[in-house]
């Protein structure tokens, strides 16, 4: 079946530091990828997506490329900030039986300190 | 690792029918469950959030007379769609949340489809 891998955390970084969560999946044929960030207390946000291969999702900041070759999405982001701490979720989604499946990583949880 | 396991993973069933969700941890305590929703081709949508033992908070514009969630016990939430029409038909899932600094664990979702 379909997996996504998430590196482990928590990530705890300075402030202006440079941001990279990696994301790894299991599929066949071709999903879309997707980052979802969880604030603390609130519910999943769509960071960004990209639905095929080499394509690049970008929002706030954030990257993330579409790597067919080593099946990977890995996020990063050039600068964090305070504001930026939060769970981050790596997704695919896939077509199961004519409806559009989604599988999540177990997320990983950044810290930006001041 | 921890599991979460939602069932069913696909129901159909006629208009006006009610329909109940389950989401179980199977070797952790969920202190908050999360509700979401998804329309095809769409990301997620967030409904409700529940914690053990108390009401569900639900999302701006989701009805909470339509989708009832209970979470009577630290190991299972149910969502009951009420009276279901075909514009509830969607792929419906949940996750879960031991203490508040602990990883979420997803179900692998619910396909609904109403006639």
């Known amino acids: 079946g379909n997996s996504v891998t998430q590196m482990e955390g928590p990530v705890t970084l300075s402030e202006e530091a440079f941001l990279t969560i990696n994301c790894t999946y299991t599929a066949t044929g071709y999903p879309s990828l997707f980052w979802y960030v969880q604030y603390p207390g609130e519910g999943l946000q769509l960071l960004l997506k990209a639905t095929k291969a080499d394509d690049k999702g970008s929002n706030k900041g954030f990257e993330a490329t579409y790597r067919k070759e080593t099946t990977s999405f890995h996020l990063e982001k050039g600068s964090v900030q305070v504001s930026d701490s939060a769970v981050y979720f790596c997704a695919l989604r896939k077509n199961s039986g004519g409806y559009q499946k989604v599988t999540f990583g177990t997320g990983t949880k950044l810290q930006v300190i001041p | 690792g921890a599991v979460v396991s939602q069932h069913p993973s696909w129901v159909i069933c006629k208009s006006g029918t009610s329909v109940k969700i389950e989401c179980r941890s199977l070797?952790?305590?969920?202190?908050?469950m999360f509700w979401y929703r998804q329309f095809p081709k769409q990301s997620l949508m967030l409904m409700a959030t529940?914690?053990?033992?108390?009401?569900?908070?639900?999302e701006q514009g989701v009805e909470k007379d339509k989708f009832l969630i209970n979470h009577a016990s630290l190991t299972l939430s149910t969502l009951t769609v009420t009276s279901a029409h075909p514009e509830d038909s969607s792929f419906y899932i949940c996750?879960?949340?031991?203490?508040?600094?602990?990883?979420?664990?997803f179900g692998d979702g619910t396909r609904l489809s109403i006639l």
């Open positions: 529940s914690n053990e033992g108390s009401k569900a908070t639900y």
């Open positions: 996750s879960a949340r031991g203490v508040s600094n602990q990883p979420q664990h």
């Open positions: 070797d952790f305590q969920a202190t908050t």
